[in-house]
């Protein structure tokens, strides 16, 4: 009997992972089996380096959003907060422009600028939050009123464009990389692999589930709950302002569309990647899986004319109900 | 001994998966009768109560009803025939206040609209009945522990009901309360009810219950009239050993042990006022008094759980300052808390997470060292016997004794040399408090201050080996030795000790 239970939990465990492991990634397999079957290119190296450049601002966000969840929060501000940095970085890098000229250093101070306003802004929703103790989707569906307003009030109703010069010699920043892979792409990467570790190796990852999970227990087992919450904000924030960093060389122009609805993409990603809205459990690799997901099924819809490409929307929101109920599911059943 | 039976199992099996929690058991509710179901946690008492309300099916076996056989499809059908249960945990909605609270789902209407009017007054009604003055308008998430409980006996007797389980029904109440529940459960019986209760205090099950039927380990051991039992005689059916030596002997404690603890002037404001007191190695300082009079918030303001300012604050003789749980930690100063499911544990997370929370910084600065939490928990099953099935169970599935000993484990994890432990037994088995009981003494043998925090009086007579009993925020009293006495503790609890400037130290 006791060799029974001792035993045999672990080696059911590792030959079959429960369904919430098992199923964003059968879900990314089944999708990527579909793409390769309907489309030739679809596993070129191009397409990937592409669907994957596009995927990392999201994705970039949404490990942020990982950590922000698990500790029992929410943050539906990160789009306007993104765009309104682009924004600030772009006038920033167009005013400094005379005095510094196209280089480096130009360069250098936009992205300090960027991560700057990101921790600011971080620090802003965490400070709301915490010490003034407003709930989480109030104070940010506040601040994602402002920022928006602030960008479109900043491009006066129109588009902030980087001086030409200065985009031709940013653009390599999203478009070049190492070995063929993009920078976002491995920007993206290197964010996962700390995050993941940082969740569900360290003491932050246990503190932000801990807090998520019941914050009085927290509070009474040693763990600064309001520190825990506010580190998770300005976290997004910093990695918001990573995020845009990649983003405005790509275009190289902020406006009042720029990052509209990428917070409830990140959230999406962050669902159906496994972590629990309500808090308390959080994986960044589901994450990710979540943020693959969500891309993928544009990128097939665009490159076939099986479906239209308006129904994007569509199969992603019943993907995202699908993910919830499986996990529900399985947690029933275990 | 004719009364008819109301509700009755017999040969009730109940499996979950392979694991069979009851097996054969048989249990009768008569009516006009009071019948106490007692047993170690785990024994099977819930689920026995469940089955007999209808919310869980059972697997074998007959549920007679007026016997006659019958099966509840849902806990609306077991509603439906009178059979109320009211749960440990309470079962309300919190933002809804008392009145739609006890008229939930079964509200009164006249017309398409709700006759506010009249459900208000039966609610007044009810509450009166229960000399429980509170309004019926107030949002339950407001109301303490006890006059929730008045709210589930109100709701329970505006549902007319023929059969009422209520499971541990004074775990949260104080001592004028519980008499206050008592009333109403003779008024009950007298009105032909059938009622069955459990608790873990004996003397309750002396006090009101006609009958008694013992489980242990899913078995039913022994039912028999309360009037031929002495309350030795069910402690040693329930746990299958004598427990006559339910707490450890105290050793005789050198007059001049080294002082450990000494506050001065602790004040949390609203809650404890100019509280202090000395804790010397080796000693387990009782702290008693009235739920409500302090005890809880003057130690958690003492370990900076909130709020509080001291005058004076010696750990060692050395002056520290304390605003965190941190702090409080890295002075060797530990809490642990009296309400293990809100405060204490996660529940929807397995016992090693829950382990090493408390004291994660010492298996690792940054990155957490698997291994060595893997040891610790190894080490704490051993050590405080926690029985899990096994080592990934959430700690939610686990009963309240096992739950009780993880948390007991969690703050050693810290390695405290002053432990401060609230409640430390509060609903839980006798076996599982001896079993604490002499972890706690084993302690202090071993050099560490401990202060016990508790409302069970035997609990702290037992233990310590002097005692504060607190009143209204303040300390009432000190007893010490021979002087620790039930009649001095309640003296002193209730403001009706005379000589209390002499003995208070």
Redesign the interface.
């Known amino acids: 009997m006791a060799t029974e239970t001792a035993n045999p939990p672990r080696a059911r465990r590792s030959a079959i992972p429960s369904m919430s492991v098992l199923g964003p990634i059968l879900a990314l397999v089944i999708l990527i089996v579909i793409g390769a079957a309907l489309n030739g290119n679809f596993l070129s190296a191009g397409n990937i380096n592409n669907v994957l450049s596009r995927s990392a601002f999201i994705g970039i966000i949404a490990v942020g959003m990982t950590f922000v969840i698990t500790a029992g929060g929410l943050d539906l501000s990160v789009g306007s907060m993104a765009a309104f940095i682009a924004g600030l970085m772009i006038l920033v890098m167009n005013a400094a422009l005379p005095s510094l000229g196209v280089g480096v250093p130009i360069i250098l101070l936009g992205m300090l600028v960027a991560l700057i306003a990101g921790i600011v802004a971080g620090m802003l929703n965490g400070f709301l939050i915490t010490t003034l103790g407003i709930e989480a989707f109030i104070v940010t569906l506040g601040t994602m009123g402002i920022y928006r307003s602030l960008v479109t009030w900043l491009a006066n109703g129109g588009t902030l464009s980087l001086d030409f010069d200065l985009r031709t010699f940013y653009r390599p920043v999203y478009f070049d990389g190492v070995l063929g892979i993009a920078w976002p792409i491995i920007v993206f990467a290197v964010v996962v692999i700390l995050g993941e570790v940082l969740m569900s190796k360290a003491r932050f990852g246990r503190h932000c589930a801990a807090t998520g999970s019941n914050e009085h227990v927290a509070h009474y087992s040693n763990v600064n709950v309001n520190r825990t919450r506010m580190l998770t904000y300005i976290m997004l924030g910093l990695l918001v302002g990573v995020a845009t960093i990649m983003y405005v060389p790509r275009l190289g122009s902020a406006s009042a569309s720029t990052g509209v609805l990428w917070e409830l993409e990140a959230i999406a990603a962050v669902i159906i990647g496994g972590t629990v809205l309500k808090g308390g459990f959080g994986r960044v690799w589901g994450t990710v899986i979540g943020v693959l997901i969500l891309s993928l099924i544009d990128n097939i819809l665009n490159l076939t004319d099986l479906v239209s490409p308006y129904l994007n929307g569509a199969i992603q929101g019943v993907i995202i109900v699908l993910a919830v109920i499986l996990q529900r599911e399985a947690k029933a059943k275990g | 001994m004719t009364a008819p039976s109301v509700l009755a199992l017999q040969s009730v099996h109940k499996s979950f998966g392979p694991v069979e929690v009851l097996s054969g058991i048989d249990i009768d509710l008569r009516s006009g009768e009071v019948l106490a179901l007692i047993g170690e946690n785990g024994a099977g008492k819930s689920t026995t109560m469940k089955i007999l309300a209808g919310y869980q099916p059972a697997t074998k076996g007959k549920i007679l009803l007026d016997g006659k056989e019958v099966r509840f499809g849902s806990l609306h059908e077991g509603e439906a025939a009178g059979i109320v249960l009211i749960h440990q945990e309470f079962n309300l909605a919190e933002q809804l206040t008392v009145e739609q609270n006890i008229f939930l789902g079964r509200e009164l209407r006249r017309g398409p609209l709700l006759d506010k009017a009249r459900m208000r007054a039966l609610t007044r009604d009810y509450l009166s009945r229960l000399k429980c003055n509170i309004d019926p308008d107030t949002p339950v998430s407001r109301l303490s522990n006890s006059d929730k409980q008045m709210v589930e006996i109100a709701k329970a007797l505006s549902r007319d009901a023929r059969v009422l389980i209520m499971d541990e029904p004074t775990a949260v109440l104080t001592g004028s309360e519980v008499e206050v529940l008592f009333e109403q459960v003779r008024a009950l019986r007298a009105a032909g009810t059938a009622i069955l209760f459990t608790s873990h205090k004996l003397g309750e099950v002396k006090a009101i219950a006609d009958r008694v039927t013992i489980m242990r380990d899913g078995a039913v051991v022994r039912t028999d009239s309360v009037a031929a039992m002495t309350e030795d005689d069910m402690a040693t059916a329930m746990v299958g050993r004598d427990v006559s030596a339910l707490y450890p002997p105290k050793p005789d404690l050198p007059a001049d042990g080294s002082v450990a603890l000494r506050v001065a002037g602790l004040t949390v404001p609203g809650r404890a006022h100019d509280i202090g007191f000395s804790l010397r190695h080796g000693e387990i300082l009782g702290i008693a008094g009235l739920i409500g009079s302090g005890r809880t918030e003057a130690m958690e303001g003492l370990c900076g759980?909130r709020p509080a300012t001291v005058a004076t604050l010696e750990i060692e003789g050395q002056p520290v300052t304390i605003r965190?749980?941190?702090d409080a930690?890295d002075q060797g100063l530990c809490?642990m808390?009296e309400d293990r499911k809100?405060?204490?544990?996660?529940?929807?997370?397995g016992m090693r997470?829950n382990l090493t929370?408390?004291?994660?910084?010492r298996f690792?600065?940054?990155?957490?060292d698997?291994k060595a939490e893997d040891a610790a928990l190894s080490r704490a099953v051993k050590d405080f016997d926690i029985r899990a099935?096994?080592?990934?169970v959430l700690v939610g599935n686990l009963s309240g004794g096992n739950q009780q000993k993880l948390l007991l484990a969690?703050v050693m994890q810290?390695e405290p040399r002053i432990l401060i432990v609230d409640e430390p037994t509060r609903g839980i088995d006798i076996g599982t408090k001896q079993q604490i009981y002499t972890f706690l003494r084993a302690l202090a043998a071993a050099g560490k201050a401990i202060v016990v925090v508790s409302s069970e009086m035997q609990e702290i007579i037992g233990l310590s080996d002097r005692v504060l009993v607190m009143r209204q925020g303040r300390i009432a009293g000190t007893l010490g030795g021979a002087d620790i006495t039930e009649d001095a503790i309640v003296r002193h609890a209730m403001g009706v000790g005379a000589d209390t400037d002499e003995r208070a130290a």
Do not use: C
């Open positions: 759980l965190s749980t941190a930690l809490y808390t809100l405060r204490g544990l996660l529940l929807d997370k997470v929370l408390q004291a994660l910084a690792g600065r940054v990155l957490i698997r099935g096994h080592g990934d969690k810290s």
